[in-house]
């Protein structure tokens, strides 16, 4: 499979062709040593700038989401795949860059004065509150689109590591795969809420224990917000402000805890 760098399109135009395929395989080659990932194979700057790795045969993530097979057993496996790069990747814990982030996305969405002073507001009890608090960071895959878990005889491999980060909360990659579950649902199976059992069986999943599980359903209403208004920026119309407003509420859950 080849990926060229050298034509980015959208809203993106400050953009260093080279230093994006440099940073992909860089990633790759890391997250290679923990978990399955697509392999890279080669990188050439002349051809315009290309990254070869690995073809991996098999059905998505997102085909077991939208035919509802077998999707607990497959939740799990991420989950397990996911912890064990977050576990095997520890490194200090930036909180600043996720706020960032969070600004930033928030930045594409151009929203309307005071339903970004709203979120603006919100943000600000996350920042002051403990729930993000954490020890030590790791590298997140970030990308956590169903697409980009390909399972080949069984087992879950991860693709496109373009976009991930080290310093990071791991439930940023968790929450991020919630919200694509409840966005799945919501537009293709009957309703978000149906989403619910198979959220709270990959958090478990996930979770070394109680402590554990408990850590994380505090933090995760934060990123899985995220997750909301990355959708969002895809859509238009009415099921844009659905997203928003589902985002908005997950913020809010901070009023409860």
């Not at 979120?119 to 996350?126: A, S």
Request: hydrophobic share 35%; proline share 4%.
């Amino acid at each position: 499979m080849a990926k060229f760098f050298a034509e980015p399109t959208g809203q993106l135009k400050d953009y260093n062709p080279s230093k994006g395929m440099m940073n992909e395989y860089r990633n790759l080659k890391k997250a290679a040593s923990v978990i399955n990932v697509a392999k890279p194979l080669a990188i050439n700057k002349k051809f315009n700038c290309v990254l070869v790795t690995e073809h991996i045969p098999g059905k998505s993530l997102g085909w077991y989401i939208r035919h509802e097979e077998n999707l607990y057993v497959r939740l799990s496996a991420v989950a397990h795949m996911l912890r064990q790069l977050h576990e095997n990747t520890k490194s200090s814990y930036n909180k600043v860059n996720e706020f960032r982030n969070y600004h930033d996305v928030l930045g594409h969405l151009k929203l309307d004065h005071n339903t970004r002073e709203t979120f603006n507001r919100l943000l600000g009890e996350w920042w002051y509150s403990s729930l993000l608090n954490r020890e030590y960071g790791c590298m997140v895959h970030r990308d956590v689109n169903p697409s980009n878990y390909i399972f080949c005889k069984g087992k879950p491999y991860a693709l496109d590591f373009e976009s991930s980060w080290f310093e990071a909360n791991p439930v940023r990659d968790l929450g991020i795969l919630a919200a694509e579950l409840k966005n799945e649902f919501e537009l293709h199976m009957g309703g978000g809420e149906k989403a619910e059992p198979y959220i709270g069986n990959f958090l478990w999943e996930y979770s070394s224990d109680e402590k554990d599980f408990y850590y994380i359903t505090r933090a995760l209403p934060f990123f899985m917000s995220i997750g909301l208004l990355r959708s969002a920026r895809l859509h238009q119309g009415d099921y844009r402000n659905y997203l928003i407003r589902e985002a908005r509420e997950c913020l809010k859950a901070i009023n409860y805890r």
